[in-house]
């Protein structure tokens, strides 16, 4: 419910609480929420997890997070205390239905009451535990349950997980988070979309050549072998973070700036996507590993000895390049690359114009450089529109490419809000705008799964590559093949 004084009283349950995703990300994100007022002196966080600790213990363990996660200018003594005075403990096996009482002995809000059940676990859990909630009569009108990607490792088991959540709780309060949505560039694209009248006329086939999405990391898999081991980076992050940034730039002005609205032609867009074939994969694909190398003139090992198997075919770098079978862009390729141990830390969509279509001045032809719009999602978050700009001076016609420059932090002062604080706000208030539906999931899985299969009948390893390096050679070659080139950063 939220108050008059526009904070929020509700209780959000973390399973998995003292796993990384709860330390590093949602007690810090909730932590500043807290800080800016938007919880309710009410509002309680219950942290669940399978060994046994004390409130107290546990407070401990969520003010050590805070330490580490949250920049010290952030951090105040009396809103940590305040904060951890909000959190309680409960030690449950969540796949055990018995144990569920104590925790709808401890919701005692009264049925109207926001209560948020945040499974930080993994997704094979999902189904159990909320069938496990629905069975202790937890899945009240007011309760939300938020699922972390990814959903399931391929289509069979993305649907098996949404039909068994789906018996306990409706769409409508089912939260399937990709948290580049919760991102404020990410949100910024469609401000930049649709708040404009300068782009949407331009934003088609006739005039854009070709749409780059790239999603560069320096690190590697950070004690998450486990799990990165089993889903490699097109599960990992084509499927979701870099399909959903595609659907963002390629889908059709919404209606309405409504959940559904917005959802509808995202899922339109990956309805639209050009299956690949086993041949296709083979020509539109590249999946790379990284050996030992260095990334900022720092000596790291490869990722087999990360994971400690030397045999591994895992990828930790694809390039896909993917094609939206629609009348605004046919023939236009969106060309998607995300790779780990890459020399820099980097997201950004690239949106490469066409030439001119005649050229009045003489003697510049190898100066041209077509307009590109850059929309840099992380860091240094902005907007850059690269254009010809003539050479000041006299002495004829010398022409120069040049950005205009739009830095968000120059722009607009402060402390920029986590993609989860903003994603957690969200449930609470039960928006769904930014998550993804079931059948966004599903469709996104449907055209996934035809390239892990491809890669699966080539039966060849992931090519390698140099930590540091920006991916395996064929990278490079796939997209100049096409006569195009990888966008650098020249800011
Ligand atoms: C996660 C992936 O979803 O996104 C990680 O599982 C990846 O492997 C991370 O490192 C990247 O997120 P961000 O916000 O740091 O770009």
Redesign the pocket.
């Known amino acids: 419910m939220r108050h008059p004084s526009g904070s929020f009283s509700f209780d959000l349950v973390i399973f998995g609480a003292t796993g990384d995703l709860s330390l590093r990300k949602l007690i810090p994100a909730l932590y500043q929420r807290d800080a800016a007022g938007q919880l309710e002196s009410d509002a309680r966080i219950f942290a669940v997890a399978r060994a046994s600790h004390s409130d107290d213990e546990f407070r401990a363990i969520a003010r050590g997070a805070l330490q580490e996660h949250v920049p010290a200018a952030e951090l105040n003594a009396e809103q940590v205390e305040r904060f951890a005075a909000r959190i309680h403990y409960l030690s449950l096996d969540a796949s055990h239905a018995g144990d569920y009482q104590r925790l709808a002995a401890a919701l005692d809000g009264g049925p109207e009451r926001i209560v948020v059940f945040y499974l930080a676990m993994a997704p094979r859990f999902f189904g159990a535990v909320c069938q496990n909630l629905a069975a202790a009569g937890l899945n009240r009108p007011e309760a939300r349950v938020v699922l972390e ?1 990814p959903i399931g490792q391929d289509l069979a088991s993305a649907q098996a997980i949404n039909r068994a959540v789906g018996h306990a709780f409706p769409e409508e309060r089912i939260f399937r988070i990709d ?2 949505l919760g ?1 404020e560039t990410v949100q910024n694209l469609m401000a930049l979309r649709f708040a404009n009248a300068l782009f949407e006329p331009i934003w088609h086939r006739g005039v854009v050549d070709h749409v780059q999405v790239t ?1 560069a ?1 320096k ?1 590697g898999v950070e004690g ?1 072998a486990g799990y ?1 081991d089993q889903a490699g980076a097109l599960r ?2 084509i499927q ?2 870099l399909l959903q940034l595609l659907c963002l730039v390629a889908m059709e002005p919404p209606n309405a700036f409504s959940a559904d609205a917005v959802r509808d032609e995202k899922l339109k867009v990956l309805q639209a996507l050009r299956p690949l074939t086993e041949r296709s994969v083979a020509t539109h694909t590249v999946r790379g590993q990284y050996r030992a190398g260095a990334v900022d003139g720092v000596a790291v090992p490869g990722y087999a000895e990360e994971v400690e198997d030397h045999a591994t075919t895992t990828e930790t770098f694809v390039v896909v390049k993917a094609d939206v079978e629609t009348w605004r862009w046919a023939g236009v390729p969106f060309y998607l690359r995300t790779g ?1 141990r890459l020399p820099q830390r980097r ?1 950004e969509i690239v949106v490469q114009f066409r030439p001119v279509p005649h050229l009045i001045f003489p003697g510049v032809a190898s100066e041209m450089v077509p307009n590109r719009l850059v929309i840099r999602l ?1 860091p240094d978050e902005g907007i850059s529109l690269h254009m010809m700009t003539k050479v000041p001076g006299p002495g004829g016609m010398r022409l120069r490419q040049a950005p205009l420059n739009l830095s968000f932090a120059d722009t607009f002062r402060g402390r920029q809000a986590d ?1 989860y604080e903003r994603l957690l706000m969200d449930v609470v208030r039960g928006n769904p705008m930014l998550f993804m539906r079931n059948d966004e999931v599903e469709s996104a899985w449907r055209w996934v799964e035809p390239i892990l299969a491809g890669w699966q009948a080539q039966g060849d390893a992931p090519k390698p590559y140099t930590a540091g390096s920006w991916g395996p050679s064929a990278a490079i070659g796939l997209i100049e093949r096409d006569g195009r080139t990888w966008h650098e950063d020249m800011r």
Request: proline share 0%; no cysteine.
């Open positions: 990607k948290h580049y991102k999603v990391e690190i998450r990165y990992d992050m979701n973070h780990k997201s992380q993609a």
